[in-house]
């Protein structure tokens, strides 16, 4: 018995070391239903098709997203015609995405992950984790962690299509 339970175990931990970390470079970025902090449905990522996406899940609690928010902020300000910028908030409460955008304003969309349905689908286990998509909906990069947006540029990102 404690054969088959160590056997077990082992099969276990292999399955989870295996498991795909989310979307990879090359992927297709699948759809999704956007909400705001109510609950009700907003949009859809189909409506960020034809331009580059950068889709930041992020969490009001979160020092490095508070950090990285304004960088991004004037990344897209500086870039808006070619790159969307798409905030998904995976905190717990509405209000709480609320009062952060609050304060520190932006000017690109910002979503609220309702029950951390999409934090679940795409194994989000660090905030910020941010995914590049191209004008086809093809994942280019995930990136764990904040990013310095201040020396990036769109050839910077179109290169990634390489």
């Given at each position: 018995?404690?054969?088959?339970?160590?056997?077990?175990?082992?099969s276990l931990s292999l399955m989870a070391f295996g498991a795909?970390?989310?979307?990879?470079?090359?992927?297709?970025?699948?759809?999704?239903?956007?909400?705001?902090?109510?609950?009700?449905?907003?949009?859809?990522?189909?409506?960020?098709?034809?331009?580059?996406?950068?889709?930041?899940?992020?969490?009001?609690?979160?020092?490095?997203?508070?950090?990285?928010?304004?960088?991004?902020?004037?990344?897209?300000?500086?870039?808006?015609?070619?790159?969307?910028?798409?905030?998904?908030?995976?905190?717990?409460?509405?209000?709480?995405?609320?009062?952060?955008?609050?304060?520190?304003?932006?000017?690109?969309?910002?979503?609220?992950?309702?029950?951390?349905?999409?934090?679940?689908?795409?194994?989000?286990?660090?905030?910020?984790?941010?995914?590049?998509?191209?004008?086809?909906?093809?994942?280019?990069?995930?990136?764990?962690?904040?990013?310095?947006?201040?020396?990036?540029?769109?050839?910077?990102?179109?290169?990634?299509?390489?």
């Amino acid at each position: 018995m404690k054969r088959l339970m160590f056997i077990l175990l082992i099969s276990l931990s292999l399955m989870a070391f295996g498991a795909k970390e989310g979307l990879e470079a090359g992927d297709k970025f699948p759809e999704m239903t956007l909400y705001n902090t109510k609950g009700e449905v907003v949009g859809s990522s189909k409506e960020h098709l034809g331009k580059i996406t950068i889709y930041n899940f992020g969490a009001s609690w979160c020092p490095p997203c508070k950090v990285e928010k304004p960088l991004l902020n004037k990344f897209y300000n500086a870039n808006r015609d070619r790159v969307n910028v798409v905030s998904i908030m995976i905190d717990t409460d509405g209000r709480a995405v609320d009062k952060f955008f609050r304060d520190n304003p932006m000017d690109f969309p910002h979503y609220f992950d309702v029950g951390q349905r999409l934090a679940n689908k795409f194994l989000i286990r660090v905030v910020p984790t941010t995914y590049i998509v191209d004008e086809n909906g093809i994942n280019l990069a995930r990136i764990h962690g904040a990013t310095d947006w201040s020396g990036m540029t769109v050839e910077d990102i179109e290169g990634l299509k390489e």
